[in-house]
């Protein structure tokens, strides 16, 4: 079947539970070295192609580099660089804070010219200590600037999107990508928006849940219960967690009902998404309600239209790259076949390692 492609990666993380607020405090040559180990180990699991959404100044430009001159090997990368956001705004920390129209346009075109492939941007809060979580960031004039100019390049825009807020300012500023995507008020709460969906079918933009991304949370405590005991906060957060997961995973299979394409990313190796692990993603999606075929599809064709490369990979066609995985078993019928990938051809090269 054609190579996966994971739509959303975060090569420099550790997979160790660290908040990006702490990875962050890292050096960028340990950042750029664990970003090797990271994108190796995705593409030995069967992931010809990652976009990484969000990386610390240099780091992911070196990794090219590095894979350019033959020093290391990584899938095909689609590069950020830096995502875009407020002062103080999720992943903020990482180095491209933006003020204002002039200073997003800035911003869009020093990327550009550090050689990114399309721009990632936090259009609200996150888990960045200092950011608004459920609050939209950018004001609408700032965002559509950025869309605006990453358009002019023939590039895309990836949203991250953690409330209700942030999807319409992303919609306003015609995004092409929306992470998360989560139905969530300023207060919290999970509530679904009709209207909102609509426009997202209307305008033809992507949607990239990432439920394993909550999903390993659940399970980290949940092991942790079984094993150590929680503390009072951690039980805390474990029924919390277990409601967002649960409320997020109605909210996104109303919306795939409703027309949304959804595309696979992991968001891995943010928190304990250890990578290399990219089935968890695909079977969240399978649990959900997509059959085995849609997950497939979710995790190469159209992730690829949603990266813009369909056109080079995505699928077994004359005149697209052969990246090409050779798996133990038929993941149209049983998506943890997904777990057992016996070969792994990169643009016709086979990828050593993988067994
Ligand atoms: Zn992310």
Redesign the pocket.
Known sequence: MPGLIDC?V?LISLGDGRAGDDLNLLPDEILTLQAAKNAKMHLQSGVTTVRD??AKNQTTFMLRKSAEMGITVTPKLLLTGRPIAIVGGHLSYFGSPATGPDECRAEVRKLVKEGADFIKVTATGGSTRTSFRHHASFTKEELTAITDEVHKFDKHVVA?CASSEGIENALDAKVDTI?HCMHIERDGTFKYNKELTKRIVDQGVYVNPTLHAIRHQVWHLENLKNTKGLSEKEDIDYQSLIDIYSSHTKLVSRMKDEGVTLVAGS?SA?LNYKMGEFPHELEAMNSIGLSEMEVIKSATLDSARSCQIDAQTGSIEKNKLADIIIIDGDPTKDISAMWKINEVFKDGEIVTGNK
Do not use: A, F, K, L
Request: glycine fraction near 12%; charged fraction near 10%.
């Open positions: 959303h975060h959404c969000g991250h992470v968001d943010w």
